[in-house]
């Protein structure tokens, strides 16, 4: 996240040293992982003078969300999504604390026979591969949020976005199942305030703000359509209206 924040303040120097037509008000749009690094630009960069997040992320990583919802969207039962959830859990445990292969194996036996999981994992581990990867893992040294076993990607990130003074438009779709739509919101109203916040919540959206009818990342779109009302709610908050 901080690579890529670094990446966007050299484009904005870029603007203002070539003196491109605009430069001198610049403001931020950004989907998904970007609800991470747009505050990480305007705390570097306060005279950013506006930010439009669009199905942005909240304090911790979404992954746990993606699968959860995923798998009700799938079929699976109540009782399922609840084991598959407990055994993923646990076998991330394992991974990032230095659990044995061993250990993983009988944890996930569930999960690793789940088509769902396997689609989006590619889960082929031997126990070579993850003695490798676990050791550069745990080298790297993540944060995690002990309570939900969660990574944390922008520590202190509810301070961070305390002290963004600039506007705000955040717009979510209601069938977001990638990224927990509604804590985002929560996390948005209590940090960043009304004052500076303005909402915008589409029922027919998927995480990319595409009309859908289940949201889930495998569904089949006979058109990639922009949900009502996407476009024209950005429109009509750039021009004060």
Not at 36 to 65: H, M, R
Not at 137 to 164: A, R, W
Not at 195 to 220: F, V, Y
Request: glycine content about 8%.
């Amino acid at each position: 996240m901080q690579s890529s924040a670094k990446e966007v303040l050299a484009a904005i120097e870029e603007l203002k040293n070539r003196n491109i037509s605009g430069s001198n008000k610049i403001g931020l749009w950004g989907i998904s992982r970007a609800g991470w690094i747009c505050p990480l630009v305007i705390q570097e960069c306060p005279s950013i003078a506006f930010w439009i997040s669009v199905s942005g992320t909240d304090d911790k990583e979404n992954f746990g969300y993606l699968l959860e919802s995923n798998f009700r969207i799938e079929g699976r039962s109540e009782a399922q999504t609840r084991l598959l959830m407990s055994e993923w859990r646990n076998g991330n445990d394992l991974f990032r604390k230095g659990g044995s292969f061993d250990e993983y194996q009988k944890a996930t036996q569930t999960l690793r026979q789940d088509s769902f999981w396997l689609s989006v994992s590619g889960e082929q581990y031997t126990q070579e591969g993850w003695v490798r990867n676990q050791k550069q893992f745990i080298s790297e040294h993540h944060e995690f949020d002990e309570q939900t076993g969660l990574m944390i990607y922008v520590p202190h990130f509810q301070e961070i976005l305390k002290k963004i003074n600039c506007p705000v438009l955040a717009i979510f779709g209601e069938k977001d199942a990638n990224v927990d739509w509604r804590k985002t919101m929560a996390l948005y109203k209590k940090t960043i305030g009304d004052a500076r916040l303005t909402i915008k919540c589409l029922p027919d959206c998927n995480h990319n703000m595409i009309k859908c009818k289940t949201g889930g990342i495998h569904e089949k779109m006979s058109k990639w359509d922009y949900g009502d009302g996407y476009l024209e709610t950005i429109r009509s908050w750039l021009k004060g209206g």
